[in-house]
């Protein structure tokens, strides 16, 4: 993936962030993470897929769901559709290459 520019932020509370096309990293060094970048990588594909605002707007929607259901940050967070896509397949360095268009739709 060519698409993007890496921009450091040493205070950045996680290690990297997807906002394409800019890919935030605490340090430099998480560029050579396979797996952190495979998981940015698919959150990549997500924003793409839904033309970038509906993804954010979902995203921070399904945040605010997962709160007020979970009341803590952390489940809220990792319950998220699109991060439990992410999270489920960034050791899978191959994932991308089979991806049905949409995938995350399968863990709403």
């Given at each position: ?11 950045l ?10 890919l ?31 993804f ?8 605010l ?21 992410a999270?489920?397949?960034d ?8 991806r ?9």
């Open positions: 993936m060519k698409y993007f520019k890496i921009i450091q932020l040493s205070y509370p996680v290690g990297g962030m997807a906002l394409f096309p800019f935030l990293l605490r340090d430099k060094k998480y560029s050579l993470n396979k797996q952190l970048m495979n998981h940015e990588f698919i959150h990549f594909r997500q924003q793409i897929e839904l033309l970038f605002i509906p954010y707007i979902l995203y921070l929607l399904n945040y769901i997962n709160l007020f259901h979970f009341k803590n940050h952390k489940e809220a967070y990792r319950n998220i559709i699109f991060e439990k896509e999270y489920e397949n050791a899978n360095l191959s994932y991308l290459s089979g049905s268009f949409a995938s995350w739709v399968a863990y709403l």
